[in-house]
C-alpha cells in the first residue's frame, strides 16, 4: 500500500517567493496532520483537518501560512511570503477517523530552505 | 496539552533488550499512550499504543503501569536499525505533542 506521499522533497527558494508544499493522504484515511520540524523547537503541529475540514489550526505560525484541503486525497500547505526562518522539514501524516487511538502514519518530509 | 518526561539519551548495546521508560503522571482517563520513533533523515513511525493494558506487536512491547502515570517501551532485541529517536506521546484529542524523546544509540 502507498503511504503518505509528499512533494517536493527538497525545495530551495529565495526570501519572499510563495512555497506550496503537497500531500496526498493515505486512501481511506479521514485525518490530515501538517507538521514542522526544526532543531530548535522540536516536532510542532501546525494544523489539523477531519474530513477535510480544517479542525485546529491554532499551531499555523501566522498568516504567511495556510492551508487547504479540497478533496480527501490531496492536500496543501501554503507560505507566502516565505522567510528565511521558516526554513525546516515539514511533515505531513494521516489516520483513519478522529480518534485518539488510531496511529498516524507520516510522509518523509519537505525539506525546505529560504535563502 | 498532557506532558511527559524521557531521558534525552540511551544506549544498548546490540541484542539486549531495551527498555525505554516515560513518565506521565498529568495523563487523563482518556488519554492514549503512543510511541513512534524517528530514524535519521525519516518522518515518523508509530510504533505501539495502549491504554491500560500491557500490549505487544511485532516491533516492540509496551507496558503500562497500573496507575497508568508511568510506560515503558521494551524492544527485545536491539538491532543497528533501531538506532532512532523514540517519543512518547499521550493522544488525547487526535493532537500529538512530540517532547524532545529519547536518542537510543545500539552498539554493535
Known amino acids: 500500500d502507498a503511504g503518505v506521499i509528499q512533494s517536493p522533497r527538497h525545495e530551495v527558494t529565495e526570501m519572499g517567493q510563495e512555497v506550496t508544499l503537497r500531500c496526498k493522504p493515505i486512501?481511506?484515511?479521514?485525518?490530515l496532520f501538517w507538521y514542522r520540524q526544526t532543531m530548535m523547537r522540536g516536532l510542532e503541529l501546525l494544523i489539523y483537518?477531519?474530513?477535510?475540514?480544517?479542525?485546529?489550526d491554532s499551531g499555523m505560525p501566522e498568516d504567511r501560512f495556510s492551508a487547504k484541503m479540497p478533496n480527501a486525497s490531496f492536500s496543501t500547505l501554503k507560505i507566502q511570503p516565505s522567510e528565511p526562518r521558516d526554513s525546516a522539514v515539514y511533515f505531513c501524516?494521516?489516520?483513519?477517523?478522529?480518534?485518539?487511538?488510531?496511529?498516524?502514519?507520516f510522509g518523509d518530509g519537505t525539506r525546505l530552505s529560504i535563502l | 496539552d498532557a506532558k511527559t518526561t524521557q531521558p534525552n539519551s540511551m544506549e544498548s548495546n546490540e541484542e539486549e533488550p531495551v527498555h525505554l521508560p516515560c513518565n506521565h503522571s498529568?495523563?487523563?482517563?482518556?488519554?492514549?499512550i503512543h510511541w513512534y520513533r524517528q530514524l535519521p533523515s525519516q518522518g515518523p513511525e508509530y510504533v505501539i499504543h495502549?491504554?491500560?493494558s500491557n500490549v505487544n506487536n511485532r516491533m516492540a512491547s509496551l507496558a503500562i503501569a497500573e496507575d497508568r502515570k508511568s510506560s515503558t517501551l521494551i524492544l527485545h532485541r536491539a538491532t543497528l536499525r533501531d538506532a532512532a529517536v523514540y517519543y512518547c506521546?499521550?493522544?488525547?484529542?487526535?493532537?500529538?505533542?512530540f517532547g524532545t524523546g529519547t536518542r537510543l544509540t545500539v552498539i554493535p
Open positions: 501524516a494521516s489516520s483513519k477517523a478522529g480518534v485518539s487511538n488510531q496511529p498516524q502514519h
Open positions: 486512501s481511506g484515511h479521514n485525518s
Open positions: 483537518f477531519n474530513n477535510n475540514v480544517p479542525i485546529d
Open positions: 498529568t495523563i487523563s482517563g482518556t488519554d492514549y
Open positions: 495502549g491504554l491500560t
Open positions: 506521546i499521550l493522544n488525547g484529542a487526535n493532537n500529538l505533542f
